[in-house]
């Protein structure tokens, strides 16, 4: 897996990881789209609830002009006529399969352009440390990190449309446990410092750290596993409102819903469609594609709850016996292969109980990776935030309709997974690749 680190330090090296990171996140851009796919599959909206591909595909490439050519370097707007086209705010997704948008082959002719013109100013650029755009690199790991998170959109997109499979399924052997795990860890009472202050790329609602007190609580070692939310299913827990909240249970009732997305019955069998293909459903791995309301009726009716963001962030990141907070669960050093189910490497979670060298310091295993993780938590600033470099990234969000996810997923770059990044998402949303652990009070 990549590293995470950039060279803050020398600048020539730190320009040298910048370029490696840009190329590496628009070669996994060009493997969903126009390395796979033709012009029409590539122009038409799957679904509703997802962008034509095509336009992902142009939008990093204005989000790449507007920021690194534009704000950091000063350079005159080379299609200043598409910017309303890709601006996410202006358009809705389901209004975007009608503007005119560029062709695949535009697209990718305007992508290698603007890419070009990057590495041509990264060359004479100085990244001036007293300039808070440039310092450390950090617009440039906005927006390789913007890129990537398009690139997971784009799976979710790949998970919705019909057809065959387009992406080529890995699927590596993950290590395992030794043994069976408990069913929960105990996370002890006390204070630790949540977000960040030091790491130079991470985005401003992660900023800043602050300390957050706690009393003891228990969560799950893993996340929900498939077999364990089939008997919620099969106990008939979406047919019984004791188990929702209001707004959950209208929700179940509106929509319909009575098992995660892309699930399948066939008699007493289950199965799942899983990027084209329908295959069986596998009871150890997480289960995916819930919603916020989906988790939490789970977690109720298991006699538990959700854990809230700090309860996650604490068990992911506090180091009772150091008395020191890491960036990763396992500690400071990138994520391997070996701790850790993430860059697309698979194409879907591993088992739970796999990575043990990838656990926290309380022991809870796969808090990285596998499925994003729903907290009963608001989308709202840390104590202390400042809006940086732009509203639309995060402010905008604040407020109650938003849940907070923890954690990445299977599809998550290792560059933008780490124990601060904060996702957050509508309670109704199943397309993305997100699932959960519950919680108790201790």
Same mark, same amino acid.
């Not at 029409?40 to 990093?60: G, I, K, R």
């Not at 100085?126 to 755009?133: C, G, K, T």
């Not at 329908?278 to 791995?285: F, G, H, I, R």
């Given at each position: ?70 704000? +950091? *370097? /000063?350079?005159? $707007? &080379?299609?200043?006529?598409? @910017? ?5 705010? !202006?358009? =809705? ?94 996370? +002890? *009472? /006390?204070?630790? $410092? &949540?977000?960040?202050?030091? @790491? ?5 609602? !992660?900023? =800043? ?234």
């Amino acid at each position: 897996m990549t590293t995470v680190d950039p060279p803050t330090a020398d600048g020539q090296r730190l320009k040298e990881f910048v370029a490696s990171e840009l190329e590496r996140a628009r070669a996994r851009s060009l493997a969903l789209t126009t390395d796979v796919l033709d012009d029409h599959e590539l122009t038409m909206q799957h679904s509703a609830l997802m962008s034509p591909l095509v336009w992902d595909l142009a939008h990093v490439g204005n989000f790449e002009e507007l920021w690194l050519l534009r704000a +950091a *370097a /000063g350079i005159e $707007p &080379m299609r200043p006529e598409i @910017d309303s086209l890709y601006d996410a705010f !202006e358009h =809705p997704r389901a209004e975007r399969p009608s503007l005119p948008l560029l062709s695949p082959g535009e697209s990718a002719a305007y992508l290698g352009l603007v890419r070009r013109k990057v590495l041509d100013s990264l060359d004479t650029l100085p990244l001036d440390p007293a300039r808070p755009l440039l310092a450390a690199g950090f617009v440039y790991g906005m927006v390789v990190q913007h890129e990537h998170q398009h690139d997971e959109t784009m799976l979710a997109t790949h998970q919705l449309r019909r057809g065959p499979r387009a992406v080529a399924d890995a699927d590596p052997p993950a290590p395992a446990s030794p043994g069976p795990v408990p069913a929960e860890v105990l996370v +002890a *009472a /006390g204070e630790f $410092p &949540m977000g960040t202050s030091t @790491d130079p790329w991470a985005y401003d609602n !992660e900023r =800043p750290v602050h300390p957050v007190g706690l009393p003891a609580f228990w969560i799950d070692t893993t996340p929900v596993a498939v077999g364990a939310y089939r008997a919620f299913v099969e106990g008939g827990a979406y047919d019984d409102p004791r188990w929702w909240s209001p707004g959950g249970w209208e929700w179940r009732c509106r929509s319909g819903r009575r098992t995660p997305a892309f699930w399948l019955r066939d008699g007493q069998s289950w199965a799942r469609r899983r990027f084209g293909v329908v295959e069986p459903l596998p009871d150890d791995e997480p289960v995916q594609h819930v919603c916020w309301y989906e988790a939490e009726a789970y977690a109720r009716w298991a006699g538990r709850r959700l854990p809230t963001e700090a309860e996650w962030e604490k068990a992911a990141s506090w180091d009772p016996e150091a008395g020191a907070k890491r960036r990763f669960p396992w500690g400071d050093s990138p994520p391997t292969p070996e701790r850790a189910n993430l860059g697309q490497r698979r194409h879907r979670p591993a088992p739970v109980g796999s990575f043990p060298a990838g656990a926290s310091a309380v022991g809870a295993l796969q808090m990285l990776g596998d499925v994003w993780e729903w907290t009963s938590t608001d989308f709202a600033g840390h104590p202390g935030f400042c809006t940086f470099p732009y509203a639309e990234y995060s402010e905008v969000f604040f407020g109650t309709a938003y849940k907070v996810l923890r954690g990445g997923s299977w599809a998550t770059d290792p560059l933008v997974c780490r124990n601060t990044f904060r996702n957050w998402d509508y309670p109704v949303r199943r397309q993305i690749f997100a699932g959960f652990r519950t919680a108790r009070d201790a």
